[in-house]
DNA sequence: TAAAAGATGCATTTTAAATGAATCTTATTT
DNA sequence: AAATAAGATTCATTTAAAATGCATCTTTTA
């Protein structure tokens, strides 16, 4: 079971801006690669489809950026992933082009569609704001290296 | 977000052999690959799984063949789906690789654990019985060919 | 107008999973 | 015993999706 790097990377651009609020620094794409130590290539994907969904802003040009476009509680983890994992194929009878002989009479993406909306429920409770609470604000800009000023 | 075809090819193999289940006709791998028009060889992996976990009885040589090991209520969907997936990685910090600079401070790898758990409790509700209830059994018995006697 | 940022499209690489193929082992039947 | 038919095992190869790289385009600002 698993879910893409993708999605992963797209958590991981919106806690580095979620922890970089209230901040004056300007954050670049660049720069959260080079935090991480992940592809800029991949990461500039990414990017760009946080910024077509608006959970994002993106500036280009000389001073350009990227920046949290609502506030850390607004944004659901659950909605999210939901949004960048959709169009995945669980199992093969999930995808376009399913061969399987049985699927006609057969119970298992009910099941297997009851539980996936199960995991994504679960992560519903959760907003962006509880990965940036308490101490682990204050750690992430010490592991990223974002000033505080 | 998905699943191996591994896991998906046991769940076939299992409702078959209950598909099949109280007919005096012995079913082989070979047999099972040709209904399901998928890879033998592949699916010898499959059972050999399934049979190592004591699932299924296979046995070898002439009039050899699989069946179940115990009775199609007393195997649980989200248990068997579990045992399977096992060892796979939902995200890099669940890996034994894994490369993420902000894993000490991240709460996402307790989310994501606490969905993945809500996912297989859903499917903690259902047995393979579940799967060959009612007209499904019958239906299954067409679709994959297996004589009735 | 130069520089610095993101956007886009295409090509390539990587990796895990799936599949194939060959051989080994076990059991049964003749 | 020998032949046959089943699963078990090991190693090699293929496939497909995802990730990454690269080149070029577009936008913005100093």
Redesign the pocket.
């Known amino acids: 079971m698993?879910?893409?790097?993708?999605?992963?990377?797209s958590l991981r651009v919106l806690i580095y801006l979620a922890a970089a609020k209230e901040t004056s620094h300007?954050?670049?794409?660049?720069?959260?690669a080079e935090r991480y130590q992940?592809?800029?290539?991949?990461?500039?994907?990414v990017?760009?489809e946080l910024?077509?969904n608006n959970h994002i802003n993106?500036?280009?040009?000389?001073?350009?950026?990227?920046k949290l476009n609502t506030a850390p509680e607004n944004i659901n983890i659950g909605q999210l992933v939901r949004s960048i994992e959709q169009g995945?194929?669980l199992v093969e009878c999930f995808?376009k082009?399913n061969q399987c002989v049985i699927t006609s009479s057969c119970q298992l993406k009910r099941m297997f569609a009851q539980a996936m909306e199960s995991f994504f429920d679960c992560l519903d409770q959760y907003t962006l704001a509880d990965l940036i609470k308490g101490e682990n604000k204050a750690e992430l800009r010490q592991v990223l290296m974002i000033p505080i000023e």
């Open positions: 698993n879910i893409s790097r993708f999605t992963d990377y300007i954050i670049t794409i660049k720069e959260v992940i592809s800029k290539n991949h990461l500039m994907k990017v760009q910024s077509a993106a500036t280009r040009g000389k001073n350009g950026g990227i995945s194929t995808g082009d």
